[in-house]
């Protein structure tokens, strides 16, 4: 079945560093791929979605590139805040799942002023 | 607009009681999902409403979990005798028919003692 495996944290790093997530997938067809967002104490919101391969998401300064080929979508952002610490998931959307998300594990980030 | 609310934000109970947990999807929106998040984990499907009906329910882990829509807007889910291993954050979504980007509410956080 679908699956998504994302790099394990706890990442931790300081302001104004560069970030990178990984995620890579395994489906069948051609799903939508997202990454959301959970600020301690918050509920899960959507960061940023690729439908199609080569699409790139984008918000906030994260970035994250739908490659078939490789079949990943590792988040990326150039200079890292404080206000960035949080888990990030990746997730798929895959229309033969019925509608439902499938998600990985979640990487804590922590970024140190 | 408002977005997803979910009610109770906390509950505690005891081993073997009835517990019911609501969530009040967008306006507009006929896609409503249940899904469960344990410490450290992603989220993991529950059951898929597209109206009033479940279109998928293959995430229930049992009978004692069930979940109703019945006007096609608010939806509860009903967990009887409930056991310490159904302790985790419920997390509702909901979404357009047409979109394939769902939107969660902050969750309701369970602990059964």
């Known amino acids: 079945g679908d699956s998504v495996t994302q790099m394990e944290g706890p990442v931790t790093l300081s302001e104004e560093a560069f970030l990178t997530i990984n995620c890579t997938y395994t489906?069948?067809?051609?799903?939508?791929l997202f990454w959301y967002v959970q600020y301690p104490g918050e509920g899960l919101q959507l960061l940023l979605k690729?439908?199609?391969a080569d699409d790139k998401g984008s918000n906030k300064g994260f970035e994250a590139t739908y490659r078939k080929e490789t079949t990943s979508f590792h988040l990326e952002k150039g200079s890292v805040q404080v206000s960035d610490s949080a888990v990030y998931f990746c997730?798929?959307?895959?229309?033969?799942?019925?509608?439902?998300?499938?998600w990985g594990l979640g990487t804590s980030l922590a970024v140190n002023p | 607009g408002a977005g997803v609310s979910q009610t109770p934000s906390n509950k505690v109970t005891e081993k073997g009681k009835y517990v019911e947990l609501r969530c009040d999807p967008i306006?507009?929106?006929?896609?409503l999902y249940w899904y469960r998040q344990s410490l450290g984990q992603g989220p993991e499907f529950l059951i898929y409403f597209q109206g009033t009906g479940a279109a998928d329910d293959s995430g229930l882990p049992n009978d004692r979990f069930f979940a109703v829509r019945p006007e096609g807007s608010v939806s509860t889910l009903k967990i009887q005798r409930t056991e310490r291993g159904d302790s985790a954050v419920y997390l509702c979504?909901?979404?357009?028919?047409?979109?394939?980007?769902?939107?969660f509410g902050p969750g309701t956080r369970l602990t059964v003692l």
């Open positions: 979504a909901s979404s357009l028919m047409s979109s394939r980007e769902q939107f």
């Open positions: 489906a069948t067809g051609y799903p939508s």
């Open positions: 997730a798929l959307f895959h229309a033969g799942n019925n509608r439902k998300l499938i």
């Open positions: 306006s507009g929106h006929t896609a």
């Open positions: 690729a439908t199609k």
